[in-house]
């Protein structure tokens, strides 16, 4: 993703000042401040992200997030935000066709909820290439996060089948170069109705995130995709 969006910003009217490797250099990130730089977008891993967002954040950096997987201490970004002044842009999955499917997705549990409890059941599936670190995709629990909050008789999730009836199963599958595939799949005795997004290149993941990157500056607070996109 990085070396996506360092070749697409200059497309999008935009200057990379600086690279940061998260392994190799990452106290490099105190050297950006403002106004050499207007905003950090971080797309690193799991381990390094909340310090890396954490960094920008007290230097006064805004700072757009793509990375997934460390999402126990967002509570923690959040409280920093307030306390900084600062601005955090955050989602699991920048696509707007991605976000799109977040939007209908929560649209479709809330009018499968009024059913009634059976009628339907529903789980969450998706598979990524072999090489990412996180499973499930932050992008699956986005949804799952969607459908708990519309369809009552799902109480959790659980990575893997679920155990029981309140239980929402979210499954992963790791498999070759895969980009990215999520479904939403209701099963009834009747009949199956399926709410699928397939990504074909990582472009336009980079395309949201520099979206994103020139709304956020000279805002402050923790915003997603839904402000972005006025969904």
Known sequence: MGQTLAALAPAHGHEVVGIVDQRADAARIEDFTPPRADVAIEFTHPDAAFDNVAACLRQGLPVVCGSTGWLPRFEEARALVAATNGALFYASNFSVGVNLFFHFN?????????????????????????????????????????????????????????????????????????????EVRYRSAHDTLEL?????SRQGFADGALRAAAWLPGRQGVFGMKELLGL
């Not at 699928?196 to 074909?200: K, L, M, Y």
């Open 196 to 200: 699928r997004h397939e990504a074909h």
């Open 106 to 182: 929560e649209y479709i549990a809330a009018k499968m909820s009024q059913l009634g409890d059976g009628a339907y059941d529903v789980e969450v599936r998706e598979i990524h290439h072999i090489h990412k670190a996180d499973a499930p995709s932050g992008t699956a629990l986005t949804a799952a996060e969607g459908i708990l909050a519309n369809f009552p008789s799902k109480t959790s999730w659980r990575d893997g089948p679920a155990q029981n009836a309140s239980e929402l199963a979210v499954l992963s599958e790791r498999r070759g170069e895969v980009v990215g595939t999520h």
